[in-house]
């Protein structure tokens, strides 16, 4: 891609930061995203809560709008694919409608474990960079970059007159990088900035870095 869009930025050599929660190798061309926790709403309505049931669809079109959008050849879905076993059959339809445009890789998450046997699922996934796994289990991954999810990171900007705006947030350490949580039930865990990280606050619209003057996030 010659020019980036506001809600698209260049965090390494190659690789797009998306605001709608993903991370695109522009020559390997892997798609990434974690924690869909697909079917939260199948989950509380069986336990009697009754949350509306939007958000589910609004997985589904986003993801499948990414994959139309950057045509990659693997979809590596970084653990938590459902958020219990209530979900498993909505979610192996949803894997065969990505398999009509690319392959999926599903990473096992904490939330995963009911599905073995169910849908195919993997340890973890790897390329000659980097090393990708849920991120629940320390990994050793030698010279690769960690890719992980699990952890739902967040960031807050503020206006200086009182509001403030918490975002899903995509963290790069030196040897490790935590994905946003792409399921929109998810407000995040907030992500104190150090000199060691650089932080990137998600938005359908525009990806934004924290400086690294930037108060911590509370």
Not at 90 to 113: Q, T, Y
Not at 120 to 148: K, P
Not at 169 to 175: E, H, L
Request: with cysteine; charged share 20%.
């Amino acid at each position: 891609m010659s020019s980036l869009r506001a809600n698209q930025a260049l965090v390494a050599d190659e690789i797009l930061l998306d605001g709608r929660l993903a991370l695109f190798h522009q020559r390997e061309r892997w798609l990434a995203v974690a924690d869909l926790h697909f079917g939260y709403e199948l989950s509380q309505r069986a336990a009697g809560r009754l949350v509306p049931m939007w958000g589910m669809a609004s997985i589904a079109e986003r993801l499948l709008q990414l994959v139309a959008e950057y045509r990659p050849s693997r979809l590596v879905i970084l653990g938590d694919l459902v958020h219990d076993k209530t979900a498993a059959g909505a979610a192996g339809e949803l894997l065969e409608r990505i398999r009509a445009f690319c392959e999926p890789i599903v990473v096992v998450g904490n939330h995963d474990r009911q599905l073995r046997g169910q849908v195919e699922m993997f340890e973890s996934w790897e390329t000659e960079r980097f090393y990708f796994h849920h991120g629940h289990c320390l990994a050793e991954a030698e010279a690769r970059i960690q890719v992980i999810g699990h952890h739902h990171p967040a960031g807050t900007i503020r206006d200086g007159a009182g509001l403030r705006l918490k975002c899903p947030a995509f963290v790069q350490q030196s040897r490790c990088w935590i994905m946003p949580a792409f399921s929109p039930w998810s407000s995040g865990t907030s992500w104190s900035q150090d000199e060691q990280s650089r932080v990137w606050l998600c938005t359908p619209e525009r990806v934004l870095r924290l400086p690294e003057s930037e108060p911590a996030p509370i």
